[in-house]
């Protein structure tokens, strides 16, 4: 059975950084895209970042790019994000995902087939 399991969130002030961690079990994905959404009260899911299988290809919403960093370590089956300069507007819950059949980074949710539970990042102003 696949797991993907968030850690990492939690309460930080306006300026602060925060590193998001996500392992899976249950399955290797050093071959596949994974990526980071996240979604506010209110508002739609949105796209964070993704990384390709390699990690040499990623990308980034315009709404957070400068400021996050996504990396993977394909030997712990683990994807990160760094988020720097966190922002009132950065606070969500933040989900990982990966693309079981894909090995290069997308935006597009629907292309995610596994899902993490969420952790929650609160940025106070």
């Known amino acids: 059975q696949v797991q993907l399991v968030e850690s990492g969130g939690g309460l930080v002030q306006a300026g602060g950084s925060l590193r998001l961690s996500c392992e899976a079990s249950g399955r290797t994905f050093k071959r596949n895209a994974m990526g980071w959404f996240r979604q506010a009260p209110g508002k739609e899911r949105e796209f964070v970042a993704s990384i390709s299988w390699s990690g040499y290809s990623t990308s980034y919403g315009e709404s957070v790019k400068g400021r996050f960093t996504i990396s993977r370590d394909n030997a712990k089956n683990t994807v990160y994000l760094q988020m720097n300069s966190l922002k009132s507007e950065d606070t969500a819950v933040y989900y990982c995902?990966?693309?079981?059949?894909?090995?290069?980074?997308?935006?597009?949710?629907?292309?995610?087939?596994?899902w993490g539970q969420g952790t929650q990042v609160t940025v106070s102003s």
């Open positions: 995902a990966v693309d079981s059949v894909r090995p290069f980074s997308t935006a597009e949710a629907f292309k995610y087939d596994y």
